[in-house]
């Protein structure tokens, strides 16, 4: 399994396991992660804690994998499916915390900037590294990343792909806490969130996430429209060194 899943006293643990590839996004992954934020549900969980086994939390799409051999159909499907990590993310009733350390590139900072509150460890390493490598942003970060930090920082975040320490990610507003121990920390939140009147938080969650979601939806489909189209201009193709950097 790439991912694995652990629940007990409300809380759910849910750990990326690719660690000799940095937790680096492949189909599987997708599948197994979505497959623990549904067994959250059956579990009646009122917190997920999302993290990375390893060196990392998620160092974004693994670019050692082939391309796969795909029409422009089936390339929006497999697009759709690595959204719908957003979707579950966002649609859970119950809190969703992640503790991020090590790198969080590409899709991994947008599965991170997607939860309801991110936990940072002082080495963390968020960034956008898509542009770089021809490719688009995905996860509804489109939509996302103005509301968190503004349009101005939003584009310099994306059009120049730096990476961005813990502190500074506080700094913006990407991040909710750094602590030398970002999983104990993003515990015991848990903890103190789980404690909590269950509807009362569910509901809290909900009516702040409405008026971002009114147009999340159409974020999310504009991303697959824009990934297709940088998958069809060649731009991503050129030979890469290392992985995860999109």
Request: aromatic share 4%.
């Amino acid at each position: 399994m790439t991912v694995d899943y652990s629940c007990a006293e409300g809380i759910a643990q849910v750990h990326l396991n690719r660690p000799e590839r940095l937790n680096a996004v492949v189909p599987a992954l997708v599948e197994d992660l979505l497959g623990a934020f549904a067994a959250a549900r059956l579990d009646e969980a009122r917190v997920v804690v999302l993290a990375g086994r390893g060196r990392a939390f998620c160092a974004g799409h693994d670019l050692k994998e082939p391309v796969p051999a795909e029409t422009v159909t089936q390339t929006r499907a497999r697009l759709d499916r690595i959204q719908d990590v957003t979707r579950a993310i966002r649609a859970f009733p119950g809190v969703v915390i992640a503790a991020v350390h090590g790198y969080a590139l590409g899709a991994g900072c947008e599965f991170a900037l997607g939860c309801d509150l991110v936990v940072a460890h002082e080495d963390a390493r968020f960034g956008f590294p898509e542009v770089s490598v021809g490719l688009s942003v995905t996860g509804g970060i489109s939509g996302l990343l103005p509301r968190m930090v503004g349009l101005p920082r939003a584009k310099e975040l994306l059009l120049l792909g730096e990476r961005i320490p813990a502190a500074r990610a506080c700094e913006l507003g990407l991040v909710n806490r750094v602590s030398s121990d970002h999983e104990k920390t993003a515990l015991e939140l848990a903890g103190y969130i789980a404690a909590q009147p269950p509807v009362a938080v569910s509901l809290a969650k909900r009516v702040l996430d409405l008026g971002a979601d009114s147009s999340l939806e159409a974020a999310l489909e504009t991303e697959v429209d824009h990934a297709i189209l940088t998958s069809l201009s060649g731009e991503g193709d050129a030979p890469r060194e290392g992985f995860g950097r999109g």
